[in-house]
């Protein structure tokens, strides 16, 4: 054991006393592979780099786009002792049109009233179709106060009305406003805006209108 430690220690000493005497040597034979590593980092051009996409899901990723939704599901087959396991990631733009002829035979009932409860539909449909409405054109107030709380056949009651604008109620609720006058050989009214807007509507009608001109008040 002595000598195998005397005989290590010899080497070592060996050694060094060879690297001290060909140092210079051996730093010209690598300085010049020290050298070419450092020119392979010089001058290198600028590189773009396109991520086209971030995904943690690598099947995902060769298939759809990042904001995109998928169906992912598994295939188990298993066959005596052979086992494999097929991960199925389709986009939602890929099975879309199958969907349409699966619609009406899906299992899980869908949210839409059409589909889930016709008839509750029909319900609604009924309400709207038979909703009456009262819409009732006032052309003006009358002053009664000439009259003597006395009303007969014949009688002249002038009409004070603001603006000669007509009230439109609907439901008895004043809503609209609008010009009295004669279309298609009918009495009409030109609605220029609601009760509570200031602005004339922008509504613009195909059918000729002739505005009645009242007397001034």
């Avoid at 299992?107 to 009732?136: G, T």
């Avoid at 609605?191 to 195909?206: C, G, L, M, Y």
Wanted: charged share 25%.
């Amino acid at each position: 054991i002595l000598n195998t430690k005397a005989g290590i220690t010899l080497e070592r000493s060996s050694l060094g006393k060879l690297m001290k005497e060909h140092q210079k040597d051996l730093l010209a034979l690598v300085q010049p592979m020290i050298e070419d590593f450092e020119k392979s980092w010089l001058n290198i051009a600028d590189v773009e780099l396109n991520l086209n996409r971030v995904t943690i899901y690598p099947q995902r990723a060769k298939v759809m786009l990042p904001y995109e939704y998928c169906f992912v599901g598994s295939v188990q087959l298993s066959v005596q002792d052979i086992q494999s396991e097929i991960l199925l990631c389709l986009p939602y733009s890929g099975i879309d049109p199958l969907l349409s002829h699966l619609e009406n035979k899906s299992v899980i009932a869908p949210e839409s009233i059409e589909n889930y409860s016709p008839h509750v539909k029909r319900h609604f449909m009924d309400i709207l179709e038979k909703k009456e409405y009262s819409v009732v054109a006032e052309l003006g107030n009358a002053d009664l106060g000439g009259t003597k709380g006395k009303l007969e056949v014949g009688q002249l009651l002038p009409l004070l009305g603001k603006e000669n604008l007509a009230t439109i109620r609907i439901n008895g609720t004043p809503v609209l406003q609008g010009y009295t006058g004669e279309s298609e050989g009918h009495y009409s009214i030109q609605v220029t805006r609601r009760i509570e807007d200031k602005k004339p509507s922008a509504i613009q009608e195909e059918m000729a209108f002739k505005q009645v001109t009242w007397p001034s008040q």
